[in-house]
């Protein structure tokens, strides 16, 4: 619980009861042109996935609401994939590599998992620092939704919905 601490008590009582803590709309913001690492070691990166709808996940085995929503980012997945939707799940620093890669294997998870062994990839991303925190990131590379907290996923498919149409 100690990185809830930095952000205040309000946050703290958000997250442990399950509150989403909507952060809103943030279009016009550019996504941060990163590399994502596998826990396979494969690589791609932010503008490799250029052209695509994509949702970046931060997310960590330890964090309860994590665990909770992963089954329905993995719906989500699998409804959209085949469409041009790409998942980019990107585990926390101080997530042990080998606990990501234990649940990754025993889930069978679908999409890109990404290891974010120095904290860069949060901090590129706003200095994400609670979990799960979920970014949805148009095909031109602008972030335009972002959750702290689990998504309404009825409301995300409907914008994921809107976002895939758009040239």
């Known amino acids: 619980m100690k990185p809830l601490l930095k ?3 309000a946050a703290a009582v958000a997250v ?4 989403i803590l909507y952060v809103g709309n943030t279009a016009q913001a550019q996504a941060p042109n990163v590399q994502y690492t596998s826990i396979k070691g494969q690589q791609t990166s932010q ?10 996940n931060f997310w960590a085995t330890s964090c309860t609401g994590c665990m909770a929503e ?8 699998q409804k959209f994939a085949s469409r041009g939707f790409e998942t980019v799940a990107v585990a926390m620093s ?3 590599p080998q606990y990501v890669a234990a649940y990754t294997e025993q889930k069978q ?3 890109f998992v990404a290891l974010d062994v120095d904290g860069n990839l949060a901090r590129q991303y ?11 990131i148009d095909k031109r590379g602008r972030i335009v939704q972002r ?3 689990e998504p309404d996923f009825a409301q995300l498919h409907a914008l994921i919905e809107e976002k895939l149409k758009e040239a």
């Open 94 to 96: 101080y997530d042990p």
């Open 126 to 136: 706003g200095d994400v620092k609670l979990t799960p925190t979920t970014l949805l």
């Open 109 to 111: 998870l679908p999409f």
């Open 70 to 77: 992963m089954p329905k980012l993995v719906e989500t997945h």
């Open 147 to 149: 959750y702290l907290g």
């Open 16 to 19: 442990a009861i399950g509150t």
């Open 47 to 56: 503008a490799a996935l250029q052209g695509k709808v994509v949702l970046v």
């Open 7 to 9: 952000f205040g008590i």
